[in-house]
């Protein structure tokens, strides 16, 4: 069973990741995985400034990293784990790359517009000008939401997130176990 999380910008992923495994689910992040292929966080801004501004250098980017970061998930993915029966591939954009088709389940994490600009501004010290662009520059993460087997709202607080968390846990053991896994 493949098992994908997504969704948008500042909507709680790697929170969602953290508590999955607090649950015994293993996870990767493909933004870890692009940080370890980049690992001077001022270098990583100056590209993320550069790339946002050039929809053509983001596809020359992407053409070099995504490979990268599509084969590392893969061996994840494919290495039996002796401590868990799931294990989940985080991927901001798996619709936008069109990596959705490989995956049986996909969970998205959605907040709301006003709370994810209001988040970058709090933890990443952009403007508002800058989080609204950088949301703008994505796919909206109602429509990833929309084409998810499963919806994660984040809106409220970690203990709300870690609750709806152990709700997505449940509805995925109930989900592997009537497909017979």
């Not at 290495?79 to 088709?101: C, M, N």
Request: negative net charge.
């Amino acid at each position: 069973m493949r098992i994908a999380l997504t969704g948008g910008i500042a909507c709680g992923k790697s929170l969602v990741a953290k508590f999955l495994n607090e649950l015994g689910v293993e996870t990767i992040d493909a933004d870890d995985i692009v940080h370890e292929l980049i690992p001077d966080p001022a270098e990583r801004r100056r590209i993320a400034a550069e790339v946002f501004a050039d929809p053509e250098k983001r596809k020359e980017l992407e053409a070099k990293i995504h490979p990268q970061v599509k084969a590392k998930i893969e061996t994840f993915l494919c290495s039996p784990s002796p401590f868990t029966s799931h294990r989940i591939a985080v991927i901001p954009l798996l619709f936008e790359t069109h990596w959705d088709a490989d995956y049986d389940i996909i969970c998205c994490v959605r907040s709301a517009w006003a709370t994810q600009v209001a988040r970058m501004m709090a933890t990443r010290g952009y403007t508002r000008e800058e989080a609204e662009a950088r949301l703008a520059a994505q796919m909206p993460v109602e429509e990833k939401a929309a084409k998810s087997h499963y919806v994660i709202e984040n809106n409220g607080s970690a203990e709300e997130l870690k609750a709806e968390v152990k709700k997505f846990t449940s509805w995925l053991m109930n989900s592997t176990c009537s497909q017979g896994r």
